[in-house]
């Protein structure tokens, strides 16, 4: 019985004992002594390791004490929480006297881990934070620290700056707060690692590897523009062989189309359509096929221009404010002020942007922008930038150019040739070309040698190797060699004719030969229009000797004696001023109708108009009247046609006076062996001499 209340009673003072120890602990670390505190919660760990460990982890968390220590504060604080809910509601309410509760442990356990996340936040390592989470998993600052290995991953994957780096992040981030950067970043890094440097195959191998990547079509564009960069037949070919998937496939096939087409002719279109089986627009190319068949002549309505086929059916609509004729299957086009290109199917091929234009030959045209002027192939390549203030022709594979103020010469491909050096610069000519400089012309080899030196005030082709010569208003004849032939004592020299020149010396009319020698001297009268008058036609000339006219031959010999106060035009059977009357005879000067006319004008084509009685008519050589001449102008079409002009107004008749086609037309000119247009200012029709015949679209429409 004694031994048993002696274990009763050392149970009670070992309970109280370690409760002293305990409150005296907390009492301790109450007022900050933390030597004592901490030797308390030592003494009773044991005994109560629930709320000692929670002293000492209260001790160890502070950091106004020699025993700071946030692993250790962390070590208790587990234990206390681990004992905490092993606690007697006796003990519980014993405990909260000294202000240990589940909150109190709760706010410890949160301000641990706050103090030791604040130590690791300033870490650069990915590692250190999940360490804390690990843990910390029930920490506050867990959301921040996701936030700062977010961070931390993306800045590792911006230092690598490789698509797999931000791969990586991405993958490990679905929800990341940089997500939207780092695709990005991943879209255009993958987009370059493919394709840097620029190639062809590294463009290929993205667009197959990569097709939900935003820069797809950029890379499309791009592999584009390296297949084409030639912007040749083989390159756009190339394209459309090779890529036929390229989202600009279809300005490719347009393009080699145009290309294709350089080298023009009638049967082009069907070799591009053996060729090119797989052409996206096939329907249009048979058309043009077909079109191409046909002459399509515009037409004007409502000061609208349009085409039409040779039945007058309209092709294409009235639309444009002028039209060219198609040459090489493209028609020069304006719309609001502008110039462009359409082709037989009325596609616009060139847009309209240009102030002027040239009818398309052997693939290009000359354009103008704003008063400046280059040169484009059918696909609109610049083959000359169109920045020249003038442009001539090809001419000898060159071509001279103004661009700043002194003209040069390219190639035809827009190669320097001659440099920049002149005034003024014309085409050239059997490989010779007039230039000037400081007001003087002389003559250019094609290598830009100077074969006549810049000295003479003008200079003009004679024949293939003699060039005429202008100095103070004389001329004389210099080689292009540079030796002068003659010097300049002519007052004119004109130009070549059945072989021979007129030449003025001394008011006096003579000839040059071809090769530039005097072959008649001068000595006959200078008369009004003499350049035109007195030129050799065939083997003849009229000429006035001491005021009579007559005919000579190119050997200077008299065919027609000078015996006439005046004579025709030079022909077969010449007007001729006979006394009072006008009369015709023939090269043998046989008189071939009556002195009957008060005024004729020489046969052309078997007739001729003369004045009878002050009644004008056309007569034949048996000197029929065939035609009242009411006309104030007649020319010759042919044998059978003329062109009358009555009142201002065109018309055509034959040679018997019959109405062809009513003198209703301001102009008719020829514009091929077989069409003549009929213009007015609101309308053009045409004339079709074949079939004699009018086409006219407003006609085919009533």
Not at 315 to 335: C, G, H, Q, R, T
Not at 415 to 438: L, R, S, T
Request: hydrophobic share 40%; with cysteine; net charge neutral.
């Amino acid at each position: 019985m004694r031994f048993f209340f002696l274990i009763i009673l050392s149970q009670f003072f070992s309970l109280f004992s370690s409760a002293s120890v305990i409150e005296n602990g907390f009492k301790a670390l109450e007022i900050h002594d933390y030597f004592k505190a901490k030797s308390c919660f030592y003494k009773a760990i044991k005994k109560e390791p629930a709320a000692a460990s929670f002293g000492l982890a209260t001790i160890f968390v502070r950091n106004n004490n020699p025993f700071y220590n946030l692993d250790s504060a962390f070590k208790y604080c587990e234990i206390s929480v681990q004992k905490f809910d092993l606690l007697p509601s006796k003990k519980l309410l014993q405990f909260e006297s000294f202000n240990y509760s589940k909150t109190t442990l709760h706010n410890l356990r949160q301000e641990i881990s706050s103090k030791q996340f604040q130590v690791i936040r300033k870490s650069a390592l990915t590692a250190d934070f999940y360490a804390f989470i690990s843990k910390y998993s029930w920490s506050t600052e867990l959301p921040t620290a996701y936030q700062l290995i977010d961070s931390l991953d993306y800045q590792v994957a911006l230092k690598a700056n490789t698509a797999i780096a931000f791969k990586i992040y991405l993958v490990a981030h679905e929800n990341g707060a940089y997500q939207k950067q780092a695709i990005q970043l991943y879209n255009a890094r993958e987009y370059e690692e493919y394709t840097q440097p620029a190639s062809v195959e590294g463009f290929d191998r993205f667009l197959k590897n990569c097709p939900n990547n935003p820069y797809f079509t950029q890379a499309e564009d791009q592999l584009f523009s390296l297949v084409t960069k030639s912007q040749s037949l083989a390159a756009f070919d190339s394209l459309v062989r090779f890529f036929p998937d390229n989202r600009n496939v279809t300005v490719a096939w347009r393009k080699l189309y145009q290309l294709f087409m350089v080298t023009y002719s009638s049967g082009r279109l069907q070799e591009f359509k053996e060729v090119y089986p797989t052409y996206p627009y096939f329907d249009e190319l048979e058309t043009a096929i077909n079109r191409s068949k046909i002459n399509l002549l515009p037409f004007q309505a409502s000061n609208l221009f349009g085409f039409m086929d040779m039945n007058g059916t309209e092709v294409i609509p009235p639309s444009y404010e002028s039209l060219n004729f198609f040459k090489e299957d493209l028609a020069l086009a304006s719309k609001d002020g502008k110039y462009g290109y359409i082709d037989r199917n009325n596609k616009i091929v060139l847009p309209f942007i240009f102030s002027s234009g040239s009818d398309f030959e052997k693939g290009r045209a000359l354009v103008e922008k704003n008063g400046l002027f280059g040169y484009i192939d059918r696909t609109g390549k610049e083959i000359f930038p169109i920045h020249y203030k003038d442009l001539g022709s090809e001419s000898n594979g060159l071509i001279y150019a103004l661009k700043d103020s002194l003209y040069g010469y390219f190639s035809k491909s827009n190669h320097p040739v001659i440099p920049a050096q002149f005034e003024e610069a014309f085409d050239f000519i059997n490989g010779f070309a007039k230039v000037q400089v400081a007001g003087k012309q002389g003559l250019i080899n094609e290598r830009g040698e100077w074969v006549i030196p810049a000295m003479h005030d003008n200079l003009i082709p004679f024949n293939d190797s003699i060039f005429v010569y202008e100095t103070s208003e004389m001329f004389g004849l210099i080689t292009n060699k540079g030796v002068k032939k003659t010097e300049a004592i002519f007052q004119e020299i004109g130009v070549l004719s059945n072989d021979r020149a007129i030449i003025v010396q001394n008011n006096l009319i003579g000839f040059l030969d071809s090769i530039g020698n005097v072959s008649i001297a001068p000595k006959y009268d200078l008369i009004t229009n003499f350049k035109n008058r007195c030129k050799f036609s065939g083997e003849y000339a009229i000429m006035r000797l001491k005021g009579k006219f007559g005919v000579i031959h190119k050997s200077g010999k008299v065919k027609i004696p000078f015996s006439y106060s005046d004579m025709g035009e030079l022909s077969n059977f010449i007007a001729v001023a006979k006394g009072k009357n006008w009369t015709f005879i023939d090269l043998n000067n046989r008189e071939i109708l009556k002195p009957i006319y008060t005024k004729a004008d020489s046969f052309i084509n078997g007739f001729a108009k003369v004045e009878k009685a002050a009644v004008q008519l056309s007569i034949n050589l048996k000197g029929e009247e065939n035609i009242p001449f009411f006309f104030s102008e007649l020319i010759p079409l042919n044998k059978n046609l003329f062109i009358g002009t009555v009142n201002g107004k065109k018309g055509i008749y034959s040679s018997n006076g019959k109405e062809i086609v009513a003198a209703n037309y301001d102009q008719i000119r020829q514009i091929d062996t077989d069409f003549y247009a009929l213009n007015t200012n609101q309308t053009v029709d045409y004339f079709y001499l074949p079939e004699m015949k009018i086409i006219n679209v407003k006609s085919n429409r009533e």
